[in-house]
């Protein structure tokens, strides 16, 4: 058991930062341990991801809280972000642990990537410097990482995307994207833990080593799309979301080919 939940701290630690879709493989990989949703455990690694966030942003998160513009930026986005993901979360519940849906999103997040980067690349136009970002702009940012509440819609391929196809700074924005998700992280993760607390929850020494590995692969996915990004290689990964969302509903059509000849 200890060894799955390590696996499952690695895996979000790479994925919640890597434009693949964390939720995604996530469901996957429950599905095929046969493990219940633990939201406790999802909360733990959600906060040690978001660690990794702080630690190798600290600089830059200093330097927004000194820029009231940006800041101003951050706050806009964060609502239509707030807004869509509790509506998402109350009416569409259903969709976290199905498998077929989590595929069906991860390729349209390989999609989502491919297509953004490509207008990117093509766009003559000369780049926009992050604080001339504007309000609508932001609450365009905004609306991707609400729907990035889907499983298998990546929230930093969601918002990174918006920021590409907005024609924004590349080294800017994804910087950018990752320290204006620590508000919606931050919330989400409260709201989990009240829901958590409100089950038994029974800590296990697993839980912590899965923190640790998470906390430690997030820092080193930051790292490497940073890089990827910087190379104009992000679809790279579209390619990769497009194997594992067939892989996902490959999956789903097993377990239920499965179930229905027992």
């Known amino acids: 058991m200890n060894l799955q939940l390590i696996i499952l701290g690695m895996i979000q630690g790479v994925t919640e930062f890597l434009p693949i879709s964390s939720s995604g493989h996530l469901v996957l990989l429950q599905k095929?341990?046969?493990?219940?949703?633990?939201?406790?455990?999802?909360?733990?690694?959600?906060?040690?991801?978001?660690?990794?966030?702080?630690?190798?942003f600290f600089k830059e998160i200093v330097e927004y809280l000194k820029n009231l513009k940006i800041i101003f930026y951050i706050f806009i986005l964060t609502i239509p972000t707030g807004i869509i993901g509790?509506?998402?979360?109350?009416?569409?519940?259903?969709?976290?642990?199905n498998v077929l849906i989590s595929g069906i999103?991860?390729?349209?997040?390989?999609?989502?990537?491919?297509?953004?980067?490509?207008?990117?690349?093509?766009?003559?136009?000369?780049?926009?410097?992050?604080?001339?970002?504007?309000?609508l702009k932001s609450i365009f940012v905004g609306i991707a990482q609400g729907i990035a509440v889907l499983p298998g819609i990546s929230r930093s391929g969601a918002t990174l995307g918006s920021m590409l196809l907005i024609n924004i700074e590349k080294t800017q924005a994804v910087k950018f994207i990752f320290i204006s998700s620590i508000p919606a992280i931050l919330g989400a993760t409260f709201l989990e833990l009240k829901d958590a607390i409100t089950e038994e929850v029974k800590f296990q020494t697993g839980y912590i080593y899965a923190m640790i590995f998470s906390f430690i692969f997030g820092l080193l996915s930051l790292k490497f799309l940073i890089n990827l990004v910087s190379k104009q290689k992000l679809r790279y990964f579209s390619y990769y979301c497009f194997v594992v969302g067939f892989f996902s509903i490959i999956t789903y059509l097993f377990f239920i080919t499965s179930s229905t000849n027992l």
């Open 32 to 56: 095929i341990f046969d493990l219940k949703e633990m939201l406790f455990f999802d909360v733990l690694l959600h906060f040690s991801t978001l660690l990794a966030v702080i630690v190798l």
């Open 86 to 97: 509790l509506l998402i979360k109350k009416y569409f519940s259903f969709v976290y642990d």
């Open 105 to 135: 999103f991860l390729i349209c997040t390989g999609v989502w990537l491919y297509l953004t980067e490509t207008v990117y690349i093509k766009n003559s136009k000369k780049k926009i410097e992050l604080e001339k970002l504007g309000i």
